[in-house]
């Protein structure tokens, strides 16, 4: 979106509150407000004083400074007998410290001394505000809630159960930026967690071993400021990024505490190298694991996976896992009906990752939101697509159809290439 800095400093001389100058130059210009406008409001009304081109950049060039020393905000404090500090230095300039990413006291001239500031960009300012946030969310749940494992079930110790479950898409508007969708539907808090209960009964109904595995194939939120990872594609969205955060967290915790008590281990893995979330599904995952680790240490393990394609073993088996799309890397992501150039891809990791060991692979995907198990076009390793845990957006709806969504719970037997599967459909 491009900005009239004219404007923005005109409006600035009358109202020095960048809050209300923010919403000010929205009102005016007919924008819907957001704290990621307000923050490059901000920011273009502090670079009168700091370099503007440093904004998104992480190097210290003092090129963009004014050659005025009337302009120039000097580092020295008169009052104090000695330079400020930064966060000193911000506070007196009405500079946001919060968001300083590096800084470096240079001299402007003989006599003058100025701090040249990089400061985060967008995206990483609202992965500040969540983190500033995070200590805050984490006390509500580091302590466990009680929960009875099920008497009526017969556990297995010859099998592991595998939960997979993909695209939750938390905090997608289903009813489409104009609210006048094609199909009607619903995706808030009451929703999620409705389906999150609903999948809770499923697995502790057909669970059969001692050991849970946990997959959470990418895309878990649906976007960062109202966009994608890959930026550029902008998103309908129910709520904002703090409260997409503790939705997600919320529903991460209590999947765990529900079922901590029906296994006697739990692994979880987490995708955040995908198109949607990225490395805002990395917050919530990090957050996720220091929470696990205080409550059930030992018991249940959480596992961030940052790479586009990863791998686990089990028994016989081994798993090797994919959202299918990456953060910006790739053109195109993996199809959902395995071809040549796709084989020749997995195939090439299991050789560099040593995998044809014996083993039963497969290869796990999300993206796609279609139910496709592939056992036979490749010899190597069977090719699974699974489905979205969310509902259709109303884009997928209006270019697509209204298509089916749900998870797939599996029992496996350790030793044997035998998998039963138990989908469950909303």
């Known amino acids: 979106m491009e900005y009239n800095k004219k404007q923005i400093l005109d409006l600035y001389e009358n109202e020095k509150n960048k809050t209300y100058l923010a919403q000010e130059y929205c009102r005016l210009n007919n924008i819907e407000y957001s704290d990621s406008i307000r923050r490059r409001i901000s920011k273009i009304v502090n670079s009168e004083s700091v370099d503007d081109d440093l904004e998104n950049d992480t190097s210290t060039e003092t090129k963009g400074y004014k050659p005025e020393l009337s302009n120039m905000p000097s580092a020295w404090s008169t009052e104090k007998n000695r330079f400020y500090t930064i966060e000193e230095y911000c506070?007196?300039?009405?500079?946001?410290?919060?968001?300083?990413?590096?800084?470096?006291?240079?001299?402007h001239n003989q006599s003058h001394?100025?701090?040249?500031?990089?400061?985060?960009?967008?995206?990483?300012?609202?992965?500040?505000?969540?983190?500033?946030?995070?200590?805050?969310?984490?006390?509500?749940?580091?302590?466990?809630?009680?929960s009875l494992a099920r008497k009526d079930v017969i556990v297995n110790g010859e099998?592991?159960?595998?939960?997979?479950?993909?695209?939750?898409?938390?905090?997608m508007d289903v009813n489409g930026k104009d609210g006048d969708s094609l199909y009607e539907g619903k995706w808030d808090k009451e929703e999620v967690l409705k389906r999150l209960d609903l999948m809770l009964y499923h697995v502790k109904t057909f669970r059969k071993g001692k050991k849970l595995i946990i997959d959470d194939l990418g895309d878990f939120l649906d976007?960062?400021?109202?966009?994608?990872?890959?930026?550029?594609?902008?998103?309908?969205?129910?709520?904002?990024?703090?409260?997409?955060?503790?939705?997600?967290?919320?529903?991460k915790i209590k999947l765990i505490d529900n079922l901590v008590s029906e296994y006697e281990e739990i692994i979880c893995h987490n995708i955040t190298n995908d198109n949607h979330s990225g490395v805002f599904s990395y917050f919530v995952s990090s957050a996720f694991e220091k929470i696990i680790n205080c409550r059930y240490s030992g018991k249940v393990k959480v596992k961030t996976i940052k790479k586009f394609i990863d791998h686990y073993s089990e028994g016989k088996h081994t798993f090797v896992i994919s959202h299918g799309k990456d953060m910006g890397e790739q053109k195109f992501g993996l199809k959902p009906k395995l071809d040549a150039v796709q084989a020749e891809k997995i195939d090439q990791y299991c050789k560099e990752h040593k995998l044809y060991n014996g083993n039963f692979i497969e290869f796990s995907k999300g993206d796609s939101h279609q139910a496709i198990y592939d056992d036979t076009t490749s010899n190597d390793f069977s090719y699974y697509n699974y489905p979205a845990f969310s509902p259709p957006s109303n884009?997928?709806?209006t270019n697509f159809k209204n298509s089916k969504s749900g998870f797939n719970f599996f029992?496996?037997?350790?030793?044997?290439?035998?998998?039963i599967s138990i989908p469950y459909w909303f």
């Open 411 to 419: 029992n496996i037997m350790r030793e044997r290439n035998l998998k």
């Open 91 to 107: 506070d007196t300039y009405g500079l946001d410290k919060n968001t300083v990413k590096s800084s470096k006291l240079v001299s």
């Open 159 to 171: 099998y592991f159960d595998r939960l997979v479950y993909t695209d939750c898409h938390l905090a």
């Open 113 to 146: 001394m100025v701090y040249n500031i990089a400061f985060f960009n967008e995206e990483e300012e609202a992965i500040l505000d969540v983190d500033k946030h995070l200590d805050e969310v984490i006390q509500r749940y580091i302590k466990p809630i009680e």
């Open 223 to 251: 976007g960062l400021g109202g966009q994608t990872t890959r930026k550029g594609h902008e998103l309908p969205q129910n709520m904002n990024d703090k409260e997409a955060f503790e939705l997600a967290l919320e529903f």
């Open 395 to 397: 884009w997928v709806k």
